[in-house]
């Protein structure tokens, strides 16, 4: 029904398609056997529905074929996020530099502090924890991160990889503590 709307722009609705492919193929992995959320690291791929990876991949075509101005959305940066996850045979071999690129990208096109906090994830993984920590601290005096439980599990998983581990535990508590519910808290348990 989106697709034959007359509301939008066709690529854009392509796009937003490809981004809701990608997402819900992915929800059968989502939830572990004692129903914790799992990270995208810790999700068995086996589970991702392909069918809708490729319906997903479609969509993204569709998204540039179908218009010529080359205008790239919100939902278009989105949708290349999410597919390159889907298309990663496994976390490790993930394209980090590509990533790090769509988020520099989405950076310019809609900068917020919530982009560029979930950015360090993927700086980390494209350039070093070293650089992620060094620009996480540029932005953590910002009052949208003080009741923020993704700011601080963020940071106490840098922390962690960095073998900060006593300040990575403080970081890990406080995003436990604001976390709201019980699902989000048995993530960080």
Not at 52 to 66: N, P
Not at 117 to 127: D, E, S, Y
Not at 176 to 183: G, N, R, V
Request: net charge negative; proline share 1%; aromatic share 10%.
């Amino acid at each position: 029904m989106l697709c034959d709307s007359l509301f939008g722009s066709k690529s854009e609705i392509n796009a937003l398609m490809a981004l809701m492919c990608f997402h819900v193929s992915r929800f059968n992995a989502r939830i572990g056997t004692n129903g914790e959320l799992l990270t995208l690291e810790e999700q068995d791929r086996r589970l991702w529905n392909r069918e809708l990876i490729e319906r997903g991949s479609y969509y993204f075509q569709k998204a540039y074929v179908d218009d010529v101005s080359d205008t790239m959305t919100e939902y278009h940066i989105q949708a290349a996020m999410a597919g390159l996850h889907c298309q990663a045979k496994d976390y490790a071999s993930t394209d980090w530099i590509q990533l790090l690129k769509l988020y520099d990208v989405q950076m310019e096109t809609n900068p917020s502090p919530v982009v560029e906090l979930n950015r360090l994830v993927v700086l980390a993984k494209a350039k070093g924890v070293d650089e992620a920590i060094d620009k996480l601290k540029r932005i953590e005096n910002q009052s949208i991160f003080s009741n923020y439980y993704l700011f601080y599990a963020i940071k106490g998983d840098l922390l962690a990889q960095k073998g900060k581990m006593d300040e990575a535990i403080v970081s890990i508590l406080k995003a436990i503590d604001l976390t709201k519910t019980f699902q989000k808290r048995n993530i960080y348990s």
